[in-house]
């Protein structure tokens, strides 16, 4: 089970923490990953993980403003969002993957962030 928090509304240029807590048991996980889906749009990859090593990697259009991190001990991830810009309004959903490769198959329920310009 993984549970979101943090989302809100917030103005242009503004920042946002969202954080993820999994009860999934880690040795079982290899990356967790933030998404995100606007109104009338895919659902699209954010952000990743890799739980183990802490290795991050991110879309192009969040580079150098959002940040991913984990809390091995907390079990928790979190998604750090700098400079928000009203396109990054979306709910966000937290995702766990068990092996590389593989779909994400454990999701949140999601957080709401809206920006407004």
């Known amino acids: 089970q993984l549970v979101e928090s943090g989302g809100g509304l917030v103005q242009a240029g503004g920042s946002l923490r969202l954080s993820c807590v999994a009860s999934?048991?880690?040795?079982?996980?290899?990356?967790m990953g933030w998404f995100r889906q606007a109104p009338g749009k895919e659902r699209e990859f954010v952000a990743g993980?890799?739980?183990?090593?802490?290795?991050?990697y991110y879309r192009d259009s969040v580079k150098g403003r959002f940040t991913i991190s984990r809390d091995y001990a907390k079990n928790t991830v979190y998604l750090q969002m700098n400079s928000l810009k009203p396109e990054d309004t979306a709910v966000y959903y937290c995702?766990?993957?068990?092996?590389?490769?593989?779909?994400?198959?454990?999701w949140g329920q999601g957080t709401q962030v809206t920006v407004s310009s």
């Open positions: 995702a766990d993957q068990a092996e590389p490769g593989t779909e994400y198959d454990y």
């Open positions: 999934r048991r880690t040795f079982s996980r290899y990356a």
């Open positions: 993980v890799v739980w183990s090593e802490g290795f991050a």
